[in-house]
T-cell receptor, first 115, second 113 residues
Framework: NAGVTQTPKFQVLKTGQSMTLQCAQDMNHNSMYWYRQDPGMGLRLIYYSASEGTTDKGEVPNGYNVSRLNKREFSLRLESAAPSQTSVYFC??????????????FGAGTRLSVL | AQSVTQLDSQVPVFEEAPVELRCNYSSSVSVYLFWYVQYPNQGLQLLLKYLSGSTLVKGINGFEAEFNKSQTSFHLRKPSVHISDTAEYFCAVSVGTASKLTFGTGTRLQVTL
């Protein structure tokens, strides 16, 4: 099993450009998450999807949009990239059901630079 | 809302020495606790978790952690570290197994000869 797959692995954008980060999981998980990781700040939740058809804002949603395309896929879109969005982005998934283990499984990350 | 504090941003240690990485949390309700490890240029992987039961939990690679409710702590320990343990370690908390995780800011463990 591939687990959680993120594409692309690296991306360089100019300020104002748009892009979509893709994430897919093959574990039949209900919940999916997008985080950003910045030095000294740990992981901060951008958006999450508790189940197919639902999305909710996390701690730092400004400047981002998400789409839960189906149970497998959860994309993150930057409509107009800004240098402050330079970061490493991680997608994660979990069973999401009460009583499940609560473990989140992470992709390898996307390193994004906005110039 | 819950929060997690990892006071040590970096912990240098010699190979074969013991190590403790500290994690404290705050929450008004019962929590579930996790330690994740991130090796250079990789995603996070689960090291161990506390959901219920015994307060001493064992994880992969010889790590263990103890849940202390009175001190609201979940410190990670290993009796003898290896060079390969060099990584960043994140403590995380949720208020339910179906809930979001809140992460600490991470502790970088640097193991040297």
């Amino acid at each position: 099993n591939a687990g959680v797959t993120q594409t692309p692995k690296f991306q360089v954008l100019k300020t104002g450009q748009s892009m979509t980060l893709q994430c897919a999981q093959d574990m039949n998980h209900n919940s999916m998450y997008w985080y950003r990781q910045d030095p000294g700040m740990g992981l901060r939740l951008i958006y999450y999807s508790a189940s197919e058809g639902t999305t909710d804002k996390g701690e730092v949603p400004n400047g981002y949009n998400v789409s839960r395309l189906n149970k497998r896929e959860f994309s993150l879109r930057l409509e107009s990239a800004a240098p402050s969005q330079t970061s490493v982005y991680f997608c994660a998934s979990s069973g999401g059901l009460a009583g499940s283990s609560g473990i989140q499984y992470f992709g390898a990350g996307t390193r994004l630079s906005v110039l | 809302a819950q929060s997690v504090t990892q006071l040590d941003s970096q912990v240098p240690v010699f190979e074969e020495a013991p190590v403790e990485l500290r994690c404290n949390y705050s929450s008004s309700v019962s929590v579930y606790l996790f330690w994740y490890v991130q090796y250079p240029n990789q995603g996070l992987q689960l090291l161990l978790k506390y959901l219920s039961g015994s307060t001493l939990v064992k994880g992969i690679n010889g790590f263990e952690a103890e849940f202390n409710k009175s001190q609201t702590s979940f410190h990670l320990r290993k009796p003898s570290v290896h060079i390969s343990d060099t990584a960043e370690y994140f403590c995380a908390v949720s208020v339910g197994t179906a809930s979001k995780l809140t992460f600490g800011t991470g502790t970088r463990l640097q193991v040297t000869l």
